[in-house]
C-alpha cells in the first residue's frame, strides 16, 4: 500500500530535478538585489518573466527585494543587447552598500511540442554578497502537466530553490 502512494505521489509531483549549494547564514534584514538574469531558452524575455517571478517569491517570503530598473532600456531591446542591460545594471549596482546579489539563467522555458503541450522550466540562481563572492548557487528543471501554466510551475520552481537559502 506505501508503494502505490508513493507511486502516486510521484505521479501528481511531475517530473522535477534540483541541486545547490549549501546556503551560510543569510541576514534577513539585507536586500537581494536581483540583476538581469541570462536568457539561454529558445523564447524571447524567459529572463524578464523569471526575474519578475522571483522578485516575487522572495517578497512572499519577506525578503527585501530590489530589482535592477529597467526604465533605461526596454526588455525586447535588452533580449537583443543584453551586455547593455548588464552595463547598466551594474552601474546601478555600484551605488549600493550593503545587501546581496541575485543573478540568474534560465535555460528552459516553454511548453513541450505535443497533445498536452505541458510547461518545462530550467533556471540557475547564483547568490554574491557585494563583493561577488559567491555566497550560493542553485539550479532546477521542472515540468509540469497540460493544463498547469509555465508562471505557475515558475513560481514553484523558484520557492523550492529560494527555500534552500538560510536566512537568519
Known sequence: ???????????????????????????????????????????????????????????????KVEIYPKAALSDLQASIEPEQRQRLAQQWLSTKTQGYVMYGMVQEWQYKYGLDGEPAVGVTLQLTDMQSRELWRGSAARSGWGRESLSHLAIKTFTDLSNELDWN
Request: with cysteine.
Open 1 to 63: 500500500m506505501k508503494k502505490l502512494m508513493l507511486m502516486a505521489l510521484l505521479l501528481l509531483t511531475g517530473c522535477a530535478s534540483q541541486m545547490s549549494s549549501e546556503s551560510p547564514q543569510l541576514d534577513f534584514g539585507q536586500v537581494v538585489y536581483i540583476m538581469p538574469f541570462t536568457n539561454q531558452s529558445t523564447s524571447p524575455l524567459a529572463q524578464a518573466q523569471a526575474e519578475q517571478l522571483l522578485a516575487s517569491v522572495l517578497a512572499d517570503a519577506g525578503v
